[in-house]
């Protein structure tokens, strides 16, 4: 499971390559991407890409471009899964507060029946 630093960094990534294959991209465009709430040195951005590297998401080349740090970004499996997991564990979530919500009528429910049965 990711946090939510790697998400967001993983969901720039993924914009970014906007489905094809790998990318070339500079630490400053990821961080244009990202939401602005969440403001990444560059050693922390390094360390999170690395971080999902070894994950699997994605192969990772540095390299330069006219004195400029860029990112070459290959995208594994896992990262084009990446938003299709995302999706499902949103699903998970919205369908155990339903199965809670569910569960908190009924037993109003059933507390009632019991009260009725009582008089």
Known sequence: MLSKNENEVMSAVY???DGTEGCLVSPLEIKSVMA???RLNDEELDDILN???VDG???LIYSERKGEKMYVINLRESG???KRTAKQKQ???SFKIFLAFVGALSTFIFGLILK???F
Do not use: K
Request: proline residues 0%.
């Open 36 to 38: 602005q709430r969440r």
């Open 91 to 93: 699903r998970d979530i």
């Open 80 to 82: 084009f899964a990446w």
């Open 15 to 17: 914009s970014l390559c």
């Open 57 to 59: 998401y994605f192969d």
């Open 116 to 118: 009725g049965l009582s």
């Open 51 to 53: 971080a999902l590297r």
